[in-house]
């Protein structure tokens, strides 16, 4: 069965600090799409990175970096330098190829909520 | 210009009203789904449509039916509300959906059941 799992509940850092929210799956696919979104206070729902199973290349956009790990199922999300504006609630999820059986739902994890204090 | 919109952002009504929320998105997107967000802000797939046909329905109350009157169009409409039906309704689309597209999510309709 398909399942994303955050441990973490909640994080609180002070500004500046580097945060990693975690995030591990499970699938029996080989074929499979990890993403992550971020829900500020606002609550829209922003996308932040999509990544394909066969794609394990860790990618950094400014502050933001993502470890992929598929000997361990996870895909950890790290802020550099967090800010203020950073706080908000991050959700990583889970989609699975047509080819599956699945069909282009989005499983999501948990969320995690982060807090950063000035 | 909004990509995904969603209309009303805040609904709240009375247990048993029935109400619609509608969604239009301007990507050019063939799939649209419905999320429910719930209290405790987990995320969970309610229906999806690809070219106005149904693909997923996801063990949901007869209450809700989807209408897709054209691909840019997803509906939600709520028969006989219920108290448990409080939440955040998320409409989203994807270019296709069945190879993991992003799915880009419109803003939310906060419903409250009184």
């Known amino acids: 069965a398909q399942k994303v799992t955050q441990a973490q509940t909640e994080i609180s850092v002070v500004e500046k600090e580097d945060v990693t929210l975690d995030c591990v799956y499970e699938t029996r696919d080989t074929t499979y799409y990890l993403f992550w979104y971020k829900q500020p206070p606002s609550g829209e729902l922003v996308f932040l990175i999509r990544?394909?199973?066969?794609?394990?290349q860790n990618e950094i956009s400014g502050r933001y970096s993502w470890n992929f790990q598929k000997s361990t199922s996870s895909f950890n999300f790290t802020i550099t330098a967090s800010q203020v504006v950073d706080s908000a609630v991050y959700f990583c999820?889970?989609?699975?190829?047509?080819?599956?059986?699945?069909?282009?739902?989005?499983?999501f994890g948990q969320g995690t909520t982060l807090q950063v204090k000035p | 210009d909004t990509a995904v919109s969603q209309t009303p952002k805040y609904l709240v009504t009375q247990m048993g009203n029935d109400k619609s929320i509608k969604c239009e998105q301007n990507l050019g997107h063939d799939t649209m789904y419905w999320y429910k967000q719930d209290s405790k802000k987990f995320l969970k797939i309610m229906f999806s449509y690809n070219n106005k046909e149904l693909i997923i329905n996801e063990t949901v109350p007869n209450r809700f039916s989807p209408k897709s009157p054209d691909k840019a169009h997803l509906n939600l409409h709520i028969n006989s509300l219920e108290l448990g039906d409080s939440a955040v309704y998320f409409c989203a689309s994807s270019q296709e959906g069945y190879r993991g597209e992003t799915q880009y999510f419109g803003p939310g309709t906060r419903l409250l059941v009184l």
């Open positions: 999820a889970l989609s699975e190829s047509w080819s599956s059986g699945n069909t282009g739902k989005l499983i």
């Open positions: 990544r394909n199973s066969f794609d394990e």
